[in-house]
């Protein structure tokens, strides 16, 4: 299997540790990330009309120093699954997806027809954290939520995507779950439970298997027999 995120850094939380955890449960999956810091639709957009070089490819979770446009990552490779998102700061505000999101879709059918496209939802920022009260749109983490679940899902219907995965809804589980501590600096997910969080997420929706007794443990940073349970937990309350 082959997926391909023209994303930013969430899409890069989210495929960290995906490859090796696939690979972990007997499975093969291909991940690249296109990415550029914080990056919206409207610029992959831009990007798309000038075919600029302007993202780090990223494979199976890693760095590799090159440099690739959008085109040539579409046409480097037959993918299965390409996925779309907004960048956080704009994640909630349906306008902001028009008209840039139909442009990127239809670029992307147009040099990767045979493709399925998914609509990555993302997360709210933490409560308290700098970046939420910058917004000074929401009160808290559960008002922020609610508006990236409502805009993503007028994203999905919009473009009639193939799929929506509901990261964002597994990291709002998780919080209410009590896992404590999911955002590591107020939008990121943390480096242990929230990016395993996001790649049982994903492969749970790529693959359609079970993921109640993962047992995968190559993590950047301590993953606690706790969060663990809770974090299975919610992914697995994300799909219901």
């Known amino acids: 299997m082959k997926t391909l995120s023209i994303g930013n850094s969430f899409s890069q939380d989210a495929q960290r540790y995906l490859h090796n955890l696939a690979k972990f449960n007997g499975d093969n999956i291909k991940c690249v990330n296109l990415y550029i810091s914080g990056c919206p639709l409207k610029t992959h957009y831009i990007n798309s009309l000038e075919d600029a070089p302007a993202y780090d490819f990223e494979f199976n979770g890693q760095k590799t120093g090159i440099k690739v446009s959008i085109k040539q990552a579409l046409i480097s490779d037959e993918w299965d699954y390409i996925t779309l998102q907004q960048a ?4 909630f505000d349906f306008d902001t997806y028009i008209p840039y999101i139909e442009e990127v879709y239809a670029y992307v059918k147009k040099y990767a027809p045979k493709s399925k496209i998914l609509i990555h939802q993302t997360w709210g920022y ?3 954290s700098a970046k939420l009260i910058d917004l000074n749109c929401f009160e ?3 008002q ?3 508006g990236v679940f409502d805009a993503y899902d007028k994203a999905y219907n919009h473009i009639k ?7 964002g809804k597994a990291m709002y589980n998780a919080l209410n779950l009590g896992i404590g501590k999911i955002h590591r600096d ?4 943390t480096l242990g439970a929230g990016r395993y969080l996001l790649a049982l997420c994903w492969y749970k929706f790529l693959t359609g298997k079970d993921i109640s007794n993962d047992k995968f443990n190559d993590f950047d940073e ?3 027999r706790k969060e663990r349970e809770i974090v299975i937990n919610a992914v697995n309350e994300a799909f219901k």
Request: aromatic content about 14%; proline content about 4%.
């Open 161 to 167: 995507a193939d799929g929506l995965i509901p990261s």
């Open 126 to 128: 933490a409560d308290g």
């Open 186 to 189: 107020g939008y990121h997910a």
């Open 88 to 91: 956080s700061r704009f994640s």
């Open 140 to 142: 808290n983490y559960q």
């Open 144 to 146: 922020m939520f609610e």
């Open 222 to 224: 301590k993953v606690t």
